[in-house]
């Protein structure tokens, strides 16, 4: 069918404009809380209105105008209702979590997908119309992002030129967040629509991007097939110790690998790079993808059997499990169509597009609680001892597992064992997953530091507030040892050292009747550090006491000046 872009549409740029500026003023008076954080009702709004924009700035046409509308508000009403969804499930309302970019995954592969039927005028998706639609949406959108960067530089520029003359109206103007996101929004919707009236611009880009691609290709074909068959001489070991997360490695590269394949093989057999080098090139990344995912998914299962589940590793599974179907889709079309596989991949593609825009949106409603799946394994290895309480993730509980995580905790707060019990109602107690992660750290070291304490005169006591205070500052850390000796009846002085053999000390001096209450979440009282003392002996045996010194130093009317010196 004859392309709707190629009708010409003048107005677009100045109607996309308009529209994306009065978008952007109602997205900035949604999440607008002088500071405090919107409420999910509020940052669904945002998330409607934002979501609604650019999926109708991306396939808007003159042509079936009110599909594209319906189109845009109903998979922003979608994601709105995901994103509240979301937001009200964790403890702190954060919305971007992965249910949330789950549900954007769909947009962005429903987009094309649309644009094809909407061209069509029917329940039909020729791949070559995807294939264009899908690297020109792309496109516009990274030329889109880029231009409305360029626009706050540029703008940026010009209110400091006014500045410097004493005309400061531009620069007070670009600090209000009402007038930063309508430009925001006019320029990203300005770029869009020019050009996507641009056809010939649009279709330059889109060689352009399939030249780098093919100059990519065969670096990252001859790459994977080097890795791929040193991989057994070499050993999997060095793969799980390399010290780079070695799952999102894999998934990325398998990706890379399946786009640049894409790139060569483009809309149609037409459109196909031909030569010896490419057929080379095509088969090392289609064979590629498969070994990556398959390797990426026990990389993981490692992880679980290790650590066990959470919401992050079910993710990783299933963008394991879909790696592996593009694998295997790409082995069947080879084995069916031997050199002359596109085809036959161009078909499955299309298929597997549509299930994983499925998937993903299916994923992104509220029918699956991985944070209930993730609360019951991680208690499991709790409660049969393959995690000791102190390495246990109560932050994650408290704050990613959601409501199950949380209520999980109250019962170990109000049934567990006392050092679970402590722990758990540290972290339920802390306002942030950071907060809790602190707490907890201090908690745990504040119920062990008598094992880690000896004190050395007579009548003095570990009380609450020096307890708590040697644990939030570390100075009994858990490999240490602390000696404690009274200097008058307010101060006491702390020695931190090896707990066993000779090593470094420090001695540090404070002041019990300034020492903030037990508890979390309080600031850590000052205290005069006397400086390191090399080579002490086993903190266990070793004689401490306050001895009385003479020193000399330089006075000036009365007042010293410098350090002693004698």
Not at 424 to 450: G, K, N, W
Request: hydrophobic letters at 55%; proline letters at 5%; a positive charge.
């Amino acid at each position: 069918m004859t392309d709707v872009a190629e009708e010409g549409w003048p107005l677009r740029p100045w109607l996309m404009a308009g529209l994306a500026a009065l978008a952007g003023l109602l997205f900035w008076m949604l999440v607008d809380q002088r500071g405090g954080d919107p409420s999910p009702l509020r940052q669904a709004g945002a998330t409607l209105v934002m979501v609604a924009t650019l999926a109708f700035l991306l396939t808007a046409e003159r042509r079936r105008l009110h599909w594209a509308a319906a189109f845009a508000l109903g998979w922003g009403a979608v994601i709105a209702l995901v994103g509240y969804y979301t937001a009200s499930y964790n403890h702190q309302g954060e919305i971007a979590e992965f249910p949330f970019l789950s549900g954007l995954l769909a947009v962005l592969i429903a987009a094309p997908l649309f644009q094809v039927v909407r061209d069509e005028g029917r329940l039909a998706v020729p791949y070559a119309q995807l294939h264009r639609y899908v690297w020109s949406d792309a496109i516009i959108g990274a030329a889109s992002l880029a231009f409305t960067g360029l626009t706050f530089l540029l703008a940026f520029l010009i209110a400091q030129l006014f500045d410097a003359i004493g005309i400061s109206f531009l620069r007070e103007l670009f600090n209000k967040g009402w007038f930063a996101w309508m430009v925001a929004g006019a320029a990203f919707g300005a770029a869009s629509a020019t050009l996507r009236e641009r056809a010939p611009l649009l279709a330059t880009l889109q060689r352009l991007v399939s030249l780098v691609a093919a100059i990519l290709a065969p670096v990252l074909a001859a790459a994977l097939a080097l890795f791929l068959l040193a991989l057994p001489a070499t050993g999997f070991a060095g793969l799980w110790k390399s010290g780079v997360p070695e799952t999102p490695m894999l998934l990325a590269a398998a990706a890379f690998a399946f786009l640049l394949l894409n790139a060569l093989i483009g809309a149609d057999s037409e459109d196909r790079a031909r030569g010896r080098l490419w057929r080379l090139t095509e088969f090392g990344l289609l064979a590629a993808v498969l070994p990556l995912g398959i390797l990426a998914l026990v990389s993981m299962l490692m992880r679980v059997d290790q650590y066990g589940w959470t919401p992050e590793r079910l993710w990783g599974v299933i963008a394991c499990a879909v790696a592996i179907a593009f694998g295997i889709a790409n082995w069947i079309a080879l084995v069916r169509g031997r050199g002359a596989f596109d085809d036959y991949l161009r078909g499955y593609q299309k298929l597997l597009a549509i299930g994983v825009a499925g998937l993903a949106l299916l994923l992104a409603l509220p029918l699956f609680d991985f944070g209930a799946i993730s609360s019951r394994s991680q208690l499991a290895r709790l409660e049969s001892g393959r995690v000791e309480p102190a390495k246990f993730d109560w932050s994650a509980m408290a704050f990613q597992f959601g409501p199950s995580g949380r209520r999980a905790l109250q019962r170990i707060a109000a049934s567990g064992a006392p050092l679970n019990r402590l722990l758990a109602a540290r972290a339920l107690a802390s306002p942030t997953r950071y907060a809790a992660q602190a707490d907890v750290r201090t908690a745990e070291a504040e119920a062990t530091i008598d094992q880690r304490v000896r004190i050395v005169s007579p009548g003095l006591k570990l009380d609450d507030r020096l307890r708590a205070h040697l644990a939030r500052t570390g100075l009994c850390g858990a490999t240490g040892r602390c000696v404690l000796t009274a200097i008058d009846e307010r101060r006491v002085g702390i020695v931190s050292g090896r707990s066993t053999g000779r090593g470094p000390a420090s001695a540090t001096i404070v002041d019990r009747t300034t020492l903030p209450p037990a508890g979390p979440r309080v600031e850590v009282a000052s205290a005069i550090d006397s400086g390191g003392i090399a080579d002490v002996a086993d903190l266990d045996t070793a004689r401490v006491e306050v001895r009385e010194v003479a020193r000399k130093q330089i006075f000036v009317d009365g007042q010293p000046v410098g350090q002693p010196f004698e």
